[in-house]
């Protein structure tokens, strides 16, 4: 038994040196652990620092979600959707995400890229040689210019720290790395607690949002789930989120971007109720690779009244944990056909 034990170790520690090879063992392996909600053990101070040194930025800690995210936004960028211009808050801003998996034995590491067309295959090329991966790659809006798309990409190290490094490794050359960033400019005229009626806002939505700029914000999770991933639980602070983000020149002419997290039963009654508010859905994919259960991310896009996009937004909310977990039910229709 000790020498079966040896051996596994042994080729543990091979898949490791051979990169991509590490995060399909490890995913497989993981995939069998049992979920329990709640007990990721917590990343340490020197944990935390590792990521910020290896970034050259602070980033924050979800101690509830035991996640250490560094925002990564693309202020070189100026943006406009359908001819109006938006700001970077509104939804082209990336990030990294850092927790361990349940079992405190590796590190998993996720995140949501925002790259220029000819930026994709370089970082997918530098994400592969570091010994990551990409999970995914999509559009979150039509008629942006210039055209934007988001790449995720994750990866597992026994190590906070080798993990880090290598997404540095991976990002270095691009404006995503916080060295390359572009500074800040100046602060915004008026912010969203200016432009929108937060508590109106608020009061439709059933949730409080943030701030950011000229933005308002609201980012909320899965609760009623329990999603693991490559051996870790999948909240909101890693991306298992939907959220929807307002901007504009005023309440009466305000712009909504968002993504819904949802199961698959889940899936066409929020198109349904996206298109029933008028709101123009834009995208539909997976952001994972291996979660259990299966997650699919929409991506929707609309303007007018923000306390209108507001009731369109609520009434696709309304849908989630309604349907089921499983398609079973439509693959019986499929066969009884």
């Known amino acids: 038994m000790d020498e079966q034990k040896l051996s596994r170790r042994r080729l543990l520690h091979t898949a490791a040196v051979l990169g991509v090879a590490t995060g399909a063992a490890k995913r497989a392996e993981a995939s069998a652990a049992p979920p329990r909600k709640g007990k990721t053990p917590p990343l340490t101070p020197d944990e935390m620092a590792a990521v910020e040194t290896a970034l050259g930025k602070r980033g924050s800690y979800v101690e509830a979600q035991a996640t250490y995210t560094v925002p990564l936004p693309r202020g070189d960028l100026k943006m406009t959707v359908a001819g109006a211009p938006v700001p970077i808050p509104f939804g082209f801003g990336g990030w990294v995400s850092v927790k361990k998996t349940l079992d405190g034995k590796a590190a998993v590491l996720m995140s949501d890229t925002v790259l220029l067309q000819d930026e994709v295959n370089p970082l997918i090329s530098a994400a592969q040689a570091a010994g990551l991966e990409v999970s995914a790659l999509h559009n979150h809006f039509f008629f942006e210019e210039p055209r934007i798309f988001y790449m995720h990409v994750h990866g597992m190290s026994e ?179």
């Open 159 to 337: 190590r906070v720290d080798d993990l880090a490094r290598r997404y540095a490794d991976a990002i270095r050359a691009t404006k995503l790395f916080p060295a390359n960033q572009a500074p800040a400019g100046p602060p915004p005229t008026r912010t969203g607690k200016e432009i929108f009626d937060l508590p109106a806002l608020d009061a439709v939505i059933g949730h409080t949002g943030v701030v950011n700029g000229p933005t308002y914000k609201y980012t909320i999770g899965r609760d009623d789930l329990t999603i693991t991933a490559m051996g870790a639980e999948m909240t909101a602070a890693i991306g298992l989120n939907t959220w929807a983000s307002f901007a504009g020149t005023s309440a009466d002419d305000a712009h909504i971007a968002g993504d819904v997290a949802m199961l698959e039963p889940e899936v066409n009654p929020v198109v349904r109720a996206l298109r029933r508010g008028n709101l123009n859905v834009v995208a539909l994919h997976h952001h994972m690779l291996g979660e259990e259960p299966r997650i699919i991310f929409l991506h929707y896009y609309g303007r007018g009244p923000a306390t209108t996009l507001a009731r369109g937004f609520r009434s696709a909310l309304d849908e989630l944990g309604k349907h089921g977990k499983t398609m079973s039910r439509m693959s019986g229709m499929r066969r009884g056909r």
